[in-house]
Structures are given as C-alpha cells and as structure tokens.
C-alpha cells in the first residue's frame, strides 16, 4: 500500500533563516505531488505541484521554491523565512490516473519567530 | 475568485442524528468532487467522491449527492458520532491535463453526545 511520509511535524524557525521541508512517497511510482499551506482558520492553499522529476509548477508568487530530486521526493524550500510564512504545510501525492484522489501527509506546523 | 465555496464555517449536530454539509461551485468544467474529512494538527483524509455522471455516491454512513444543474453538492452522515467531529472539506477537479484540486473553506462539524 502506499504511505506519504512528511517531517517534521514542528518546526520553529527565527525570521530570515533557511526551510527545508521534506516529503516522501511509497509504494507508488511516478505520482503527482503537491505542497499546500493552511493559514489559521483559512483553507488549503496549493503552492506547488510536479508531475515529474524536476517539473515543478508554482501556483502563487512567494518565498518559497519547491523541488522534485527524486521520483518519490519533493522538497519545500525557502532561503530567508517571512513571520508570514508561518502555517500548516502539507504534502499530498496524487495517482495520474483519470480521477485523481490526492491523499495527505501529516503536516508540518511551522512557526517562524 | 473563489469557485468552491462552502458557506457554513460551522455546523452543530446531535449524536445520532443526520449531519448535512454543502458545497457549491462556479465552474462548470468541474467534473469529480472529493470530501475530505481533517482533524486539527492533521492532513486530511479522503472521504468519498463523486464523479459529475452520478447524482448519489454512498459508502456506509456517508453518502454524496450532486446537483449539476445547481452546481451544488451535499455531504451527508447517517448517524452522526462524536468521532465525526471534524473540518471537512469540499475539492473538485476539473479532470484532463488539470491536476489540480480546488478546495472550499472547509466546514467545521460538531457532534455533541
């Protein structure tokens, strides 16, 4: 069966340091993959999406960049964190069959102080 | 613009009786819709999807019902548990080369024992 798997679950950054998010899929090969950001009390905003190694799509201009090394890997990255940066970020994967169910990691909670 | 919009941020249900969450949306090219069900400091959790050639789609106690002609789809729990307590989530995809799910606000659902 197929596992999404995202660390770490909190994270807790000063303002103008670097963010490495990292997510990792098995039991699946090739699958779409998706960054999204829960705000408090909003919804699920995607950031960034990829069909393929080093094929990333952003959706939303901002400081973060998203990046694909690996089939099963996607990272979320950033070089300096924004107080605005701070939320809920989840990685979700995605089969590329006709209807495509995306299913979620746990999520990282990152506040940035 | 927002094209999937579930206009309730909180419903309050008593234990054993029905919980009805709705959605609407703009877009006509929409043609699957998922419901996510999410708990706080949680990634969501798929919980069942229609595709735009069915009115009804049930899976034990949670069935789904879409009006094309309303643009409007409706999530509904028989019986409700405390357990259900939950932000859930309306998405819809629009199929083809478009892999992207556009998600609702999320409901916030209560069930008092």
């Known amino acids: 069966s197929q596992t999404i798997h995202q660390w770490p679950a909190t994270l807790v950054q000063p303002v103008g340091s670097p963010l490495s998010l990292e997510c990792t899929v098995e039991g699946t090969s090739n699958p779409n993959l998706y960054w999204y950001r829960q705000a408090a009390g909003r919804g699920l905003q995607l950031l960034f999406y990829?069909?393929?190694?080093?094929?990333i799509s952003s959706e939303v201009p901002q400081n973060l960049s998203a990046s694909r090394p690996q089939d099963r890997q996607f990272i979320l990255s950033s070089k300096k964190l924004l107080l605005s940066d701070s939320g809920f970020y989840l990685c979700?994967?995605?089969?590329?069959?006709?209807?495509?169910?995306?299913?979620f990691g746990a999520g990282t909670r990152l506040s940035v102080l | 613009d927002q094209q999937v919009k579930q206009n309730s941020p909180s419903l309050s249900v008593q234990e054993g009786r029905i919980s009805i969450l709705n959605c609407d949306y703009t877009?006509?090219?929409?043609?699957?819709f998922l419901w996510y069900k999410k708990y706080p400091a949680e990634g969501p959790t798929f919980l069942i999807s229609i595709s735009s050639i069915k009115d009804k789609n049930e899976d034990g106690r949670f069935t789904v019902f879409l009006n094309k002609s309303a643009k409007h789809l409706s999530l509904h729990i028989v019986p409700s548990q405390p357990g259900d307590s939950a932000v859930y989530f309306c998405?819809?995809?629009?199929?083809?080369?478009?892999?992207?799910?556009?998600f609702g606000k999320g409901t916030l659902l209560t069930v008092n024992p």
């Open positions: 990829s069909v393929g190694i080093g094929q």
């Open positions: 979700a994967w995605s089969s590329t069959g006709r209807y495509r169910i995306q299913y």
């Open positions: 998405a819809a995809n629009s199929g083809g080369s478009n892999y992207k799910l556009t």
């Open positions: 877009n006509s090219m929409f043609d699957y």
